[in-house]
């Protein structure tokens, strides 16, 4: 995982855009490690990626987004019991929320090739991606990174061998596109904040 360190280790930005779009143009080369093309797949479609070291990175992190939206003491939506302590520290309000800032959850896995969040019943209940609030954040880990969504649905069919969940469902678009975009049509934007915790 040498290349979050490279990217996001160091407070010094690059100035170098031709090295970023040498980058941008190798993301679908499939010798190109799995992380890498997680990675840059996910800034392609739009989405905000937070590199965590550790759990008081992603607490620090998880506290950088909610002043930059001014998120303190609202309500969440958080379906994950793990989830709730780190709401409860910031005073975050998530039973039974009426009218949610935010939705908070965890994912089943990263998808490499397109760059999305491939979530099932375990995070969201039965609710469509366009249920959901138009803000996202999500804690996933590193080895949560898989190449394709056939590999997630293995991945799935292997950890729930009773209880299999449902509504599998992908989250790929994090920026509003234009409406005459037909290869967005039936999708749903979202802002979404993805909170990565090293643990390879």
Not at 129 to 134: A, F, G, I, K, S
Request: glycine share 4%.
């Amino acid at each position: 995982m040498s290349l979050f360190r490279k990217f996001f280790g160091s407070s010094e930005e690059s100035s170098k855009e031709d090295d970023f779009s040498e980058f941008n143009r190798s993301a679908s080369d499939p010798s190109l490690p799995i992380d890498e093309r997680f990675t840059f797949n996910f800034k392609k479609n739009g989405g905000k990626f937070l590199y965590c070291e550790n759990l008081s990175e992603i607490k620090e992190q998880f506290e950088n987004i909610l002043e930059e939206n001014d998120w303190f003491e609202s309500e969440v939506l958080c379906f994950d019991s793990g989830l709730f302590s780190l709401l409860d520290e910031n005073k975050l309000s998530y039973n039974q929320p009426s009218n949610p800032k935010f939705l908070f959850a965890t994912c089943e896995n990263l998808i490499a090739e397109e760059g999305s969040i491939l979530f099932s019943s375990s995070q969201i209940k039965q609710n469509k991606p366009n249920e959901l609030p138009v803000n996202i954040i999500i804690y996933a880990t590193t080895s949560q990174i898989v190449e394709s969504t056939s590999d997630g649905l293995r991945m799935i069919k292997n950890k729930y061998l009773k209880d299999y969940p449902t509504n599998i469902t992908t989250i790929k678009y994090f920026a509003k596109v234009k409406e005459d975009d037909f290869l967005h049509y039936g999708s749903s934007a979202k802002n979404l904040y993805l909170l990565l915790l090293e643990d390879l």
